[in-house]
Nanobody, 123 residues
């Protein structure tokens, strides 16, 4: 079992920045891929970014160049740095942990999920 707790969400103006954190506990953090997903009201949950066990990075086209993802295995924490935020980035953001040899972006590749943190970007 892996327990995930997100933090760092909030209200920010368009063009601003936020950094989300995902603290993990339980099994060895470094053994898992970490993904950030988001779900806006009335929309399906979608991948934002993912980082593999060895540092491979993947990003959704909508956030490429604005968001970055990182991990600190010593602290068992993953991060999502969000810059140049837009109103359309408003959503509940979830972190997730998944095992496997290949970094995947599908929801069903991630077995463990946090409770989510709200990000609201005002225009």
């Amino acid at each position: 079992q892996v327990q995930l707790v997100e933090s760092g969400g909030g209200l920010v103006q368009a063009g601003g920045s936020l950094r989300l954190s995902c603290a993990a506990s339980g099994r060895t953090f470094s053994a898992y891929h970490m993904g950030w997903f988001r779900q806006a009201p009335g929309k399906e949950r979608e991948i934002v970014a993912a980082i593999g066990q060895r540092g491979t990075l993947r990003f959704a086209d909508s956030v490429q160049g604005r968001f970055s993802i990182s991990r600190d295995n010593a602290k068992s924490t993953a991060y999502l740095q969000m810059n140049s935020l837009k109103p359309e980035d408003t959503a509940v953001y979830y972190c997730a942990a998944g095992a496997g040899l290949v970094l995947r972006l599908e929801e069903n590749a991630y077995a463990y999920w946090g409770q989510g943190t709200q990000v609201t970007v005002s225009s």
